[in-house]
């Protein structure tokens, strides 16, 4: 069961209760400015994860246990397990990158028509989507150079109270083909151009369940992939060679819970050109 109290939390830590988690990813290769990447497909510890595999448009569940996951101490049984604590810093960088540590469910691989496309959902995420959670964010990456930019004319999803729901219509969400493919020392690059790294939702939803169904307007020549993700800590980072950390029980108290078999990964926004080094720790606690 969840701590009852700060001394409920120190007992539990100082009886073992409690995980320290290093890692490093090595994006080194010059990303484009303003754009968000996934570091999903970037070398480092852990390891790079596969390039979104699995049948096109059937929604492939992640892991603790997936490559490219990072392994945070198996399932706790009863118990349930939060972060606490995490750091990181930059090897370069003038202009400070952003980076979001989020646990991917899963995704969908896609390769863009210009027709209605309904996804499978036989094995649909199965993490935040049960009664009275938050739902999750798609986001939307490319594993290879796909050519000219398309237009997302529709998308329809599972919202988080289990409603279907539409990314507004009036919103034009552009996919950008022209980008360099992923490798070991890049990372998969957000292809949407609106919302952030986020797809849009319509207004009072905060998150989704499951993707529905999804319409561009011209076809595109490579796979792409829906990730399916809950944001779980957004850490911008100073300047090159000077760490940031967050305590996230006293400083940010939310002690955003890691669900047993959380796929952990990172998002990193990068403001200027810069490729980099970056080294972190995440602390996990369970009780």
């Known amino acids: 069961m969840p701590f009852t109290s700060y001394d409920n939390l120190i007992s539990e830590m100082t009886a073992g209760k409690r995980l320290c988690l290093p890692w490093q990813k090595n994006p080194t290769t010059a990303p484009v400015a303003a754009n968000w990447y996934s570091m999903w497909a970037v070398g480092g510890y852990p390891g790079a994860g596969p390039l979104f595999t699995g049948t096109a448009l059937q929604h492939q569940r992640t892991t603790d246990l997936t490559t490219g996951s990072l392994y945070h101490g198996g399932n706790k049984a009863a118990d349930t397990k939060h972060l606490v604590y995490m750091n990181a810093l930059a090897s370069a960088g003038a202009t400070p990158p952003v980076l979001m540590l989020v646990d991917m469910v899963g995704y969908y691989p896609i390769v863009l028509s210009g027709a209605q496309q309904v996804m499978d959902n036989s094995s649909g995420p199965n993490r935040y989507v049960s009664a009275g959670e938050s739902g999750l964010q798609a986001i939307l990456v490319s594993t290879v150079n796909n050519g000219a930019t398309v237009n997302i004319s529709s998308l329809n999803y599972v919202d988080q109270d289990g409603n279907a729901g539409s990314m507004p219509v009036t919103t034009t969400v552009a996919v950008t083909g022209a980008v360099v493919a992923p490798t070991a020392t890049l990372g998969c690059r957000v292809v949407t151009t609106v919302g952030g790294p986020f797809i849009p939702l319509a207004v009072g939803d905060c998150g989704i369940r499951s993707i529905t169904d999804v319409t561009s307007s011209a076809g595109m020549t490579g796979l792409l992939a829906f990730m399916m993700v809950k944001p779980l800590a957004t850490l911008p980072l100073p ?26 990964t990172w998002m990193i926004f990068f403001p200027v050109a810069t490729g980099a080094t970056f080294t972190g720790q995440l602390d996990v606690a369970w009780g």
């Open 239 to 264: 300047a090159a060679l000077i760490p940031a950390e967050r305590d996230l029980v006293m400083q940010i108290a939310n002690l955003e819970r890691v669900y047993d078999g959380a796929c952990l």
